[in-house]
């Protein structure tokens, strides 16, 4: 396929058009669009939100979306999950998965998304969701429209191209993608299968971290976020449209398709952003600072400081500090963790944790390197070495993860994951 144009800038204010001479200019919503278009504004915070967080596009489309969304019926959500699964096990427990099955044999995108956990309230618009992917098909002629939060994709293995309302966004392994709450998609398939994670936020929309004394010019830079052009398909293609409203699946059937927006103009669209552009920080003398220097976006809660989502990533990096135990040390924290590997090996853990995988330690679950990173940790000889080439990603949250039933019941869930710490003997004298 051809290359795809993308606008640069987080939350930047950016006008678009596939037909020049639409956008109206000076003006958000004029008598008469040129081309029949209708005016359409699509808002992603209230109107009296401050400033510097409000988020909303103008679109100009062929058909406004009350055409899409109507006539809906409720359909089967399959194993799609929102808000705490009160069915689900309590996690007194650290807890690990093998990488997560199919659950049919050949699926799209949306047929084979699983619920692995949620927590918070979507109605409330606290907490998120974690989802696992597993396609072997294009969506094709199937949109759909999540209302319930903002999704962030994270495949591990194939290429994906995003149809949107706003334009069309690639991504591959390495590269995410945030498509805001109330924005149409497709997902399509540019190799055989495709795998991945969603997160799921219910809450404040993803942002970049407020940065501190570290300054400006540090972890994902706002440059690096890619937003797509205008783009539109042929009015008559007829379209099934899934909606998530509460937590429920509804359907139609379109004769035309709701990719119809000709020109648009705002800072609420899709993004993506390639992950190894995050330039980490880290030590450079000795000890740890916090994780928190990793966190590449975050949705905010009420209280300052406390996120309701974190999402933080572990790259490869040098490690110089002397006199220092390298890996993550053992902890015990307020917040909430779910960690997915997306390429190679996290340092904390020697084995069992793969592309695929995924780790949720809870509250106040005490964890950390199992015995074989502790050992080979504390024998290490401290030159400056690197790597190793990873991509680890870990949602966190100040709500703790409740498993889906079916997680829970999966053969994959490491039953011993427990005892990677049970060979950790004790040195005191
Ligand atoms: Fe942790």
Redo the contacts with the bound molecule.
Sequence with gaps: MAELNYQSGFGNQFETEAESGVLPLGQNSPQKVKGGLYTEQITGTAFTAPRSSMRRSWVYRIRPSVQHLTNLQPIDPGLIRTGADREGSPTATQLRWDPFPSILSDSNWLTGLTTVATNGNSELQTGGAVHHFAATQSMGDTAFVNTDGELMLVPYMGRLLLQTEMGHLEISPGHIAVIPRGIKFSVDLLDEMARGYVCENYGAAFSLPEHGLVGVDANALPRDFEYPVARYDDDHQPTKLVAKISGALFANDLKHSPFDVVAWHGNLAPYRYELRRFCALGPVIFDHPDPSIWTLLSSPSDTPGTANLDFILFREHWRVAENTFRP?WF?S?VMS?LMALIEGVYDAKAEGFVPGGISI?NSFIP??PDSDAFKSATEADLTPTKGPDSLAVMWESRYRWVPTSWAMALSELQDDYPERWSELKSGWR
């Design positions: 993550p902890h924290n963790e330690h964890h950390g």
